[in-house]
């Protein structure tokens, strides 16, 4: 699909190669909804893996798996779980398979836009203003959308839409703690998914109702809706890398992400492309780490495993079933990847900092050389006992 289009400019320089045999994905295909309808994954263990979130069917066996570490990963989840649950009843899981809500209407008289740049800068203000980590925008593509989202009444097929006049995506990053992140995998580390959640559920729609109060139309999203690591790529937010991540230059792969659909005038951000692609074409340490070596080796390749892969693009492409697979069996979900990265660092510190310039360089390999030392995890009682 290279016709020297600038969408086609564009995902080049995001890093995206889409090919002729790209379609669009059907929500209903993602490892979580399949988990509820597809016999070859749902089991015993998805059933308790879900029944855990709940403290119904909790492991009791090692540090990081008492009753107080889940208790605090579920609490974690508590607003996000909040709001995802309000319209249950309509088949509407929003934030995971439908678009959030608005709880503010679109103000009859809109503020004048006469400069777009400015106004990226006051909506990136306001985002950093609710606590978002990172904010890039970009332009709407429709591609990245989902062919059907699942009205989880009987996970059937459902429209997916989005209103009239939508122009632009503001991609929101929203940073994990790194302490926790360091525990992986425990159930205790799981309430650093849960809190980036939480907050970034709160954040992108007090975003989006900013936005509705200056008259424009803003539709507030997480998992839903679109894919979000195509847009935050070509949002300028970060690179591509071997374990699925976006990899930032201020936070490596510590980000959960969210996004707004919006009709307000904005200039958008460019793809920034950094050098973590030439960095994991040498490096296999989150390969390496994956219990169940549901992460790919060698070079990025069109397809994947099984239906929860994306149809038609080339890229480094995990084993969902494995890997969702191994979350069952913990009860919780395994970042081992992003932890034993060597982008996970704390760039706030010089001598990280000076590493990443490093590992940005051609002189990559002694980067990595370097690293060969980290990634150990840590302790979960000793994250609770400090």
Same mark, same amino acid.
């Given at each position: ?6 969408? #086609? ?6 890093? $995206? ?7 669009? /994905?059907?929500?209903?295909?993602? $490892?979580? +909804? ?12 998805? #059933? ?38 309000? /319209? ?11 678009? @959030?809500?608005? #709880? ?14 400015e106004m990226s800068k006051e909506i990136k203000k306001v985002a950093s203003?609710?606590?978002? !980590?990172?904010?890039? *925008?970009?332009? %709407? =593509? ?9 009205? +989880?009444?009987?996970?059937? =097929?459902?429209?997916?839409? %989005? ?8 991609? %929101? ?6 302490? %926790? &992140? ?28 900013? *936005? ?6 803003? &539709? ?8 979000? *690591? ?17 990899? +930032? ?13 919006? !009709?307000?005038?904005?200039?958008? =951000?460019?793809?920034?492309? @950094?050098? &973590? ?46 890997? /969702? ?7 919780? #979900?395994?970042? $081992? ?10 760039? +706030?510190?010089?001598r990280h900092r000076l590493w990443l310039r490093l590992a940005l360089s ?14 150990s995890r840590k302790k979960p009682s000793a994250w609770w006992a400090h």
């Amino acid at each position: 699909m290279q016709d020297g289009s600038s969408a #086609d400019i564009a995902d080049t320089r995001a890093g $995206i190669d889409v090919t002729e045999g790209f379609e669009p /994905f059907a929500q209903r295909n993602d $490892i979580f +909804t399949r988990a509820f309808w597809d016999p070859t994954v749902r089991t015993r263990q998805t #059933d308790a893996f879900f029944a855990s979130y709940r403290m119904e069917a909790t492991p009791r066996r090692g540090d990081g798996f008492s009753q107080r570490d889940f208790a605090l990963r579920n609490a974690s989840w508590l607003i996000s779980d909040i709001m995802t649950d309000r /319209f249950a009843d309509q088949g509407r899981r929003e934030g995971f398979q439908a678009a @959030i809500s608005a #709880d503010t209407p679109v103000a009859p008289v809109q503020v004048d836009v006469t400069d777009i740049q400015e106004m990226s800068k006051e909506i990136k203000k306001v985002a950093s203003f609710f606590k978002a !980590s990172l904010c890039g *925008i970009t332009a %709407l =593509d429709p591609r990245w959308h989902y062919a059907s989202r699942v009205d +989880t009444r009987d996970l059937s =097929d459902a429209p997916n839409s %989005l209103p009239e006049g939508i122009t632009s995506v503001i991609v %929101l990053g929203h940073e994990m703690p790194a302490d %926790l &992140v360091d525990t992986y995998p425990a159930a205790l580390a799981g309430a650093a998914t849960g809190r980036a959640y939480s907050q970034e559920a709160a954040c992108v729609m007090q975003t989006a109702a900013y *936005i509705r109060n200056l008259g424009y139309e803003a &539709v507030p999203s997480m998992n839903d809706t679109a894919l979000v *690591i195509p847009y935050a790529l070509k949002a300028g937010l970060g690179e591509y890398a071997r374990n699925q991540m976006v990899i +930032t230059p201020e936070f490596g792969p510590r980000l959960r992400f969210s996004k707004i659909f919006t !009709s307000l005038p904005l200039s958008h =951000d460019d793809p920034r492309p @950094i050098g &973590v692609r030439a960095f994991c074409d040498i490096c296999t340490k989150c390969a390496d780490a994956c219990p169940v070596k549901a992460l790919p080796y060698g070079d990025p390749e069109v397809g994947g495993a099984n239906v929860s892969a994306l149809k038609g693009v080339r890229k480094w492409t995990s084993d969902a079933e494995k890997c /969702f697979g191994f979350w069952s069996k913990l009860a919780s #979900d395994c970042a $081992i990847c992003m932890r034993v990265c060597p982008f996970n660092r704390d760039f +706030t510190q010089w001598r990280h900092r000076l590493w990443l310039r490093l590992a940005l360089s051609p002189l990559r390999r002694a980067a990595l050389w370097l690293d060969r030392q980290r990634g150990s995890r840590k302790k979960p009682s000793a994250w609770w006992a400090h």
